[in-house]
């Protein structure tokens, strides 16, 4: 295969090829959230103390593994490379190298976690009876975290080999196994808050034990040693290093936002948590489109095809900004309703109807962000993701500062301007721009 090769695939085929990758990944990306809530569920009705505790801890765990996410997206376009090269020993020793890679970070986190979890809790705030549960919550959860990270890489080396199915249908079950579990041990064990994240460590083991199950033989079978090669665990984690800065400059932006609504007052936070409930919700059938995006793109790529590389962009494009102006229209429509499902305070209500009017209105703009995201790191294209991550901040960061001292009637108007307008249009430029050219194509295994 060489660069300059027509396409051989319709866009009718592309298409089939991109919801075949799509779909069951948003199912296994909404499994998730919805696991949490009944999660969660379970804890409340231990007390406040425990729910707050349970939450606080959920928070520290959550924010390291979410760093942690490159271990997915690092595997998945390396694996898809090899794949597309029709390299397949290739493709398995790289996802053994980054399933070593997330046990070994996995191990020295957990033992970091463990010994320092009083003073993270203390630094959130965490203060008496909340600071005891969520002391409790984040070191029964340490356990579990080589075996949650080791289950993020084995989530990329499948989707690499173009299946999101099975990471669907492990999670489906093992999420619904921690539910049952969790009960098990919260209320007839009699364990409280540390209960559920014993359970939640013992099921990432089963799981992880599952994508082992799968992935090993496989390995095995194309004549891959299980043992690490140290070249291959490196690379993987300097790519995983660009992309953990892509995620901390997200992370900070965010966090930035939520420090400006706190300032502003009451209404303003509660309004803005409201607001970007939402749009961490539209995010979901976005990133579904990303990880199909990471996994093609590798694929055709490593084959040298970049002609169906470029329909493949075009398409996820053409669809991001579809979606975000169907999603964009119906929100318009239903914002002055939407937030009395969520609270009976009037003043957050017009305060959350003013933010999701300018949520709906970037909506295109959120659909083209979340599938170049995918489309450049399907590419390997990290190094250029973390930078822009860095500059788009950049020139968030005064609009931001503009935003907290904006005279106003509804100070989330200026907020959500800055962040749904300028902050996503500012990582659109840089996305964009990087895929004006083919800079971003590199082709082959490597």
């Known amino acids: 295969m060489t660069a300059s090769q027509p396409a051989t695939q319709p866009r009718r085929d592309l298409g089939r090829a991109i919801l075949a990758l799509a779909i069951p990944a948003l199912g296994a990306l909404i499994a998730e959230p919805l696991f949490l809530a009944a999660d969660t569920a379970i804890v409340g009705h231990l007390g406040v103390p425990e729910l707050a505790g349970a939450g606080l801890g959920v928070t520290v765990v959550s924010t390291g593994v979410g760093l942690l996410i490159f271990l997915a997206y690092s595997t998945t376009p390396a694996v898809a490379r090899h794949v597309g090269a029709g390299r397949l020993p290739d493709a398995f020793a790289a996802g053994r190298d980054g399933v070593w890679l997330a046990v070994a970070l996995g191990i020295v986190l957990a033992v970091t976690g463990w010994l320092t979890a009083p003073g993270l809790v203390a630094a959130m705030g965490g203060t008496g009876e909340v600071a005891g549960f969520a002391v409790d919550y984040i070191r029964w959860s340490m356990p579990g975290l080589p075996a949650m990270l080791l289950v993020l890489a084995a989530t990329g080396v499948l989707r690499g080999l173009q299946d999101t199915r099975t990471p669907l249908l492990v999670a489906t079950v093992g999420f619904g196994a921690n539910i049952g579990l969790n009960w098990l041990l919260v209320y007839g064990a009699g364990l409280s808050v540390a209960g559920s994240a014993i359970?939640?460590?013992?099921?990432?083991?089963?799981?992880?034990?599952?994508?082992?199950?799968?992935?090993?033989?496989?390995?095995?079978?194309?004549?891959?040693?299980?043992?690490?090669?140290?070249?291959?665990?490196?690379?993987?984690?300097?790519?995983?290093?660009?992309?953990?800065?892509?995620?901390?400059?997200?992370?900070?932006?965010?966090?930035?936002?939520?420090?400006?609504?706190?300032?502003?007052?009451?209404?303003?936070?509660?309004?803005?948590?409201?607001?970007?409930?939402?749009?961490?919700?539209?995010?979901?059938?976005?990133?579904?489109?990303?990880?199909?995006?990471?996994?093609?793109?590798?694929?055709?790529?490593?084959?040298?095809?970049?002609?169906?590389?470029?329909?493949?962009?075009?398409?996820?494009?053409?669809?991001?900004?579809?979606?975000?102006?169907?999603?964009?229209?119906?929100?318009?429509?239903?914002?002055?309703?939407?937030?009395?499902?969520?609270?009976?305070?009037?003043?957050?209500?017009?305060?959350?109807?003013?933010?999701?009017?300018?949520?709906?209105?970037?909506?295109?703009?959120?659909?083209?962000?979340?599938?170049?995201?995918?489309?450049?790191?399907?590419?390997?294209?990290?190094?250029?993701?973390?930078?822009?991550?860095?500059?788009?901040?950049?020139?968030?960061?005064?609009?931001?500062?503009?935003?907290?001292?904006?005279?106003?009637?509804?100070?989330?108007?200026?907020?959500?301007?800055?962040?749904?307008?300028?902050?996503?249009?500012?990582?659109?430029?840089?996305?964009?721009?990087?895929?004006?050219?083919?800079?971003?194509?590199?082709v082959g295994a490597a």
């Open 199 to 442: 359970g939640t460590s013992v099921v990432q083991w089963a799981m992880a034990a599952v994508y082992l199950a799968l992935l090993v033989p496989r390995a095995r079978a194309e004549g891959v040693r299980l043992r690490p090669h140290a070249a291959g665990m490196i690379a993987m984690a300097q790519v995983g290093s660009w992309l953990m800065l892509r995620t901390v400059s997200l992370r900070v932006a965010i966090l930035a936002t939520v420090w400006v609504a706190t300032a502003q007052g009451a209404v303003t936070l509660a309004g803005h948590q409201l607001v970007f409930t939402l749009f961490t919700f539209l995010a979901f059938a976005l990133d579904a489109l990303a990880i199909a995006a990471q996994a093609l793109i590798g694929k055709e790529l490593g084959a040298g095809r970049t002609d169906v590389a470029h329909e493949l962009t075009r398409t996820m494009m053409r669809w991001g900004v579809l979606f975000g102006l169907v999603t964009g229209a119906v929100l318009a429509v239903a914002a002055p309703w939407v937030p009395w499902l969520f609270t009976q305070d009037q003043d957050v209500a017009r305060a959350a109807t003013v933010g999701l009017w300018v949520l709906a209105a970037s909506q295109p703009v959120c659909g083209l962000v979340f599938v170049l995201d995918g489309v450049l790191i399907g590419a390997g294209d990290a190094r250029y993701l973390a930078l822009a991550g860095l500059v788009a901040f950049g020139l968030y960061a005064p609009l931001l500062a503009l935003a907290a001292v904006a005279d106003v009637a509804q100070p989330i108007l200026a907020l959500w301007l800055a962040f749904g307008v300028g902050y996503i249009c500012a990582r659109a430029v840089t996305l964009v721009w990087r895929v004006r050219n083919d800079a971003w194509m590199r």
